[in-house]
């Protein structure tokens, strides 16, 4: 068990819809990381919080926006979702310092029919 | 632009030693963690290298070279339960602690 927490485990809806995925990083960890992995493809980085600001951003489409609330959990808001949002969806967590490894949730899976 | 390469899979014997070997060019490098990942479940950390030379954890090892922009993963006394996808990933060198990963190499276990 990483400490990492990520709800829900699975999600099916529909194109066009919105989803909201929720992440609780670690007791005393201020960095929170969202990644998407696609079937047999490697993780791609998303965004990345550190104590509530936005630190860092990678390919993260338009549609999709997240935030860090003060408490330290976060949430990845997905909307206009299309079928090649289909992925699972993971959350890391660090201490926020160099040679800390990130702590991987167990993700969500989505699956947009 | 950001360059992670990994063999996409590898077969081993159950008992045998495997090595699984990552080149990087990316701009800037501030440390490589190598991360296993069981299919459908989270990657788990496995081992970080930021100075060239070899960590050594139990039956796993890693190797970084900086000048060559080059790690290798050794497991050693391979079990069935390796079977997994291992995967390389670089910090690059700025003020965020974001990760950039190679695709993964699949590796599987033989009895």
């Known amino acids: 068990d990483s400490g990492v927490t990520q709800t829900p485990k699975h999600l099916i809806t529909a194109t066009g819809q919105r989803v909201t995925l929720r992440c609780s990083p670690r007791?005393?960890?201020?960095?929170v990381y969202w990644y998407q992995q696609s079937l047999d493809q490697g993780l791609q980085f998303l965004i990345q919080?550190?104590?509530?600001?936005?630190?860092a951003k990678g390919n993260i489409l338009e549609r999709f926006s997240a935030q860090q609330f003060p408490d330290l959990h976060s949430e990845l808001n997905l909307s206009s979702l299309e079928l090649g949002d289909s992925a699972l969806y993971f959350c890391a967590s660090s201490v926020g310092s160099g040679n800390q490894p990130q702590h991987f949730g167990d993700g969500t899976r989505l699956s947009i029919l | 632009g950001q360059n992670i390469d990994q063999p996409t899979e590898m077969t081993a014997t159950e008992g045998a030693i495997v090595q699984i070997n990552c080149t990087y060019q990316?701009?800037?490098?501030?440390?490589l963690f190598w991360y296993q990942q069981h299919a459908g479940e989270a990657p788990t950390f496995l081992s970080y290298?930021?100075?060239?030379g070899l960590e050594e954890k139990g039956r796993f090892s890693s190797f970084l070279s900086r000048s060559k922009g080059y790690s290798y993963l050794l497991l050693k006394e391979l079990q069935m339960k390796d079977s997994a996808s291992y995967l390389c990933a670089v910090k690059l060198e700025d003020s965020s602690y974001k990760l950039i990963f190679g695709s993964g190499t699949r590796l599987l276990v033989r009895p």
């Open positions: 919080y550190y104590n509530g600001e936005e630190r």
């Open positions: 290298n930021v100075l060239d």
């Open positions: 990316t701009s800037g490098f501030n440390g």
């Open positions: 007791s005393g960890d201020l960095s």
